[in-house]
C-alpha cells in the first residue's frame, strides 16, 4: 500500500505495525525511521507498482477553506492543486482513500463520503477531516472521548506550524490500519 504525501510516517507505520507492505512518498524525506520511504513526486510512482490500497493527503494550501482568503490571485494553483486531487482519485489503485480538511473539493469534484473527527479516534481536539473513498468502508469511531480542544487552529505561528497541522494523528492512522489493511 501507498501512503501519498506523507513526510510524518505515522499512516505508513501503522500499517507496517500490522504487518502490510506499506510505503510513504513526499517530496520530503521522512521523519520516521525506516527505509519505506519513497521521496519524490508521488506521481513518479503511482503506476505500474501493484498497490493495492491508496491513502492521498495532498496539501491543502490551495484547497481548504480556511485559507479561502488567499485564494484571489491564485486561481492557476488552485486548478492546479484540483487536478492533482483528480489524479489521485482517479489513480489505477482498487481502493483509494483522500484525505483533506473541509475544502473545495467538496463543490468542484464532489462531496466527501464521510468527514471524521479526531476525537472520534482517542484525541480530544477538533479538526474536521474529510474522507473520499473509492471501495473502502467509511472509518468507525473506535475510541469517543470527551473535549473539543481546537488544538489545530491554535497552532502558533512558525516555520513548522504547517506540519504540525498537518500531520495525522495516530487513533486516525491506527483506524485506518485496522480498517482498511
Not at 510505503?23 to 519524490?40: Q, T, V
Amino acid at each position: 500500500m501507498l501512503v501519498a504525501c506523507e513526510f510524518s510516517g505515522i499512516v505508513r507505520d501503522a500499517f507496517l505495525d500490522r504487518g502490510h507492505d506499506a510505503w510513504s512518498c513526499d517530496i520530503l524525506p521522512s521523519e520516521a525511521f525506516g527505509e519505506r520511504h519513497l521521496e519524490g513526486d508521488v506521481l513518479d510512482y503511482i503506476e505500474g507498482r501493484g498497490w493495492q490500497l491508496l491513502i492521498a493527503h495532498p496539501p491543502c494550501t490551495h484547497l481548504a477553506v480556511s485559507g479561502a482568503r488567499w485564494f484571489k490571485g491564485k486561481e492557476c494553483e488552485q486548478e492546479e492543486a484540483l487536478e492533482f486531487v483528480h489524479f489521485l482519485l482517479d489513480a489505477p489503485i482498487p481502493r483509494i482513500a483522500l484525505e483533506n480538511p473541509i475544502s473545495i473539493i467538496s463543490t468542484r469534484i464532489r462531496k466527501p463520503d464521510q468527514i471524521i473527527q479526531p476525537w472520534m479516534f482517542g484525541h480530544p481536539e477538533t479538526k474536521a477531516t474529510c474522507l473520499w473513498l473509492k471501495n473502502l468502508p467509511k472509518l468507525v469511531p473506535t475510541k469517543i472521548v470527551e473535549g473539543r480542544d481546537n488544538r489545530v487552529h491554535r497552532e502558533p505561528p512558525g516555520p513548522n506550524r504547517w506540519k504540525n497541522r498537518s500531520r495525522t494523528l495516530q487513533g486516525i492512522a491506527d483506524a485506518m490500519a485496522e480498517q482498511w489493511g
